[in-house]
């Protein structure tokens, strides 16, 4: 790895910069090779938390606590997180969507804000539940498992072309499974809280419909 450092570790006097950003995201650590040089550059000083899936409210407190910025997961910032580090921490920005975990409606209290960055995981997470739509149509699981078991025997599937299909949540992830779906000739109907943008409705040829219906 780069010339990170983990948290935890003494950094040597005087390489101590201006700056501190933490970076606990799972999926980033495959690719840290690609972000750390540029944060350096800019004068930061990189620590990679020891993180699996996300860092408790815990471990915020005592072990990584005291650091400017962070690059995130879905870690437990509550507001006793953003209390202890008020004064210095300014950004927590969240390697995904969903940001509920980070309570953002309490961090501009304690001189922080919160931000995400929508659509990254957009295109393979309609490409996920496309597959999933597929599999349970044409029945591939138990295809599968009877193929590997050496049976020889037909189960019944589903043309998608022959299927209406319902989105409930039509965000920038349901639009994308919509679009796919579109290919297969299906008949989509949506859900979602807010009006969907009719030209995008009209373009897929999909109509909203309440959840009730």
């Given at each position: 790895?780069?010339?990170?450092?983990?948290?935890?570790?003494?950094?040597?006097?005087?390489?101590?910069?201006?700056?501190?950003?933490?970076?606990?995201?799972?999926?980033?650590?495959?690719?840290m090779s690609r972000f750390i040089g540029i944060l350096e550059s800019f004068g930061f000083t990189v620590i990679v938390a020891d993180?699996?899936?996300?860092?408790?409210?815990?471990?915020?407190?005592?072990?990584?606590?005291?650091?400017?910025?962070?690059?995130?997961?879905?870690?437990?910032?509550?507001?006793?997180?953003?209390?202890?580090?008020?004064?210095?921490?300014?950004?927590?920005?969240?390697?995904?969507?969903?940001?509920?975990?980070?309570?953002?409606?309490?961090?501009?209290?304690?001189?922080?804000?919160?931000?995400?960055?929508?659509?990254?995981?957009?295109?393979?997470?309609?490409?996920?539940?496309?597959?999933?739509?597929?599999?349970?149509?044409?029945?591939?699981?138990?295809?599968?498992?009877?193929?590997?078991?050496?049976?020889?025997?037909?189960?019944?599937?589903?043309?998608?072309?022959?299927?209406?299909?319902?989105?409930?949540?039509?965000?920038?992830?349901?639009?994308?499974?919509?679009?796919?779906?579109?290919?297969?000739?299906?008949?989509?109907?949506?859900?979602?809280?807010?009006?969907?943008?009719?030209?995008?409705?009209?373009?897929?040829?999909?109509?909203?419909?309440?959840?009730?219906?």
């Amino acid at each position: 790895m780069p010339s990170a450092q983990v948290l935890g570790l003494a950094r040597p006097v005087g390489q101590q910069k201006e700056h501190t950003i933490l970076i606990s995201a799972p999926y980033m650590m495959p690719h840290m090779s690609r972000f750390i040089g540029i944060l350096e550059s800019f004068g930061f000083t990189v620590i990679v938390a020891d993180v699996f899936e996300r860092l408790s409210e815990e471990e915020l407190l005592n072990k990584y606590s005291g650091f400017d910025a962070i690059i995130c997961g879905d870690d437990h910032f509550t507001e006793a997180v953003y209390k202890a580090n008020e004064g210095r921490l300014k950004v927590v920005s969240k390697w995904g969507t969903g940001i509920d975990s980070l309570n953002p409606s309490i961090a501009p209290k304690y001189g922080a804000v919160v931000i995400n960055t929508p659509g990254a995981f957009t295109e393979p997470v309609s490409d996920s539940c496309l597959a999933y739509i597929l599999a349970f149509a044409r029945q591939f699981v138990p295809l599968d498992r009877l193929m590997k078991d050496k049976i020889w025997s037909k189960i019944k599937g589903h043309t998608l072309g022959e299927k209406t299909v319902g989105i409930i949540g039509v965000g920038d992830i349901g639009k994308r499974v919509m679009t796919k779906c579109r290919s297969f000739g299906c008949k989509m109907i949506g859900h979602d809280i807010v009006d969907v943008d009719k030209k995008f409705l009209e373009d897929v040829g999909a109509e909203q419909f309440s959840l009730e219906r």
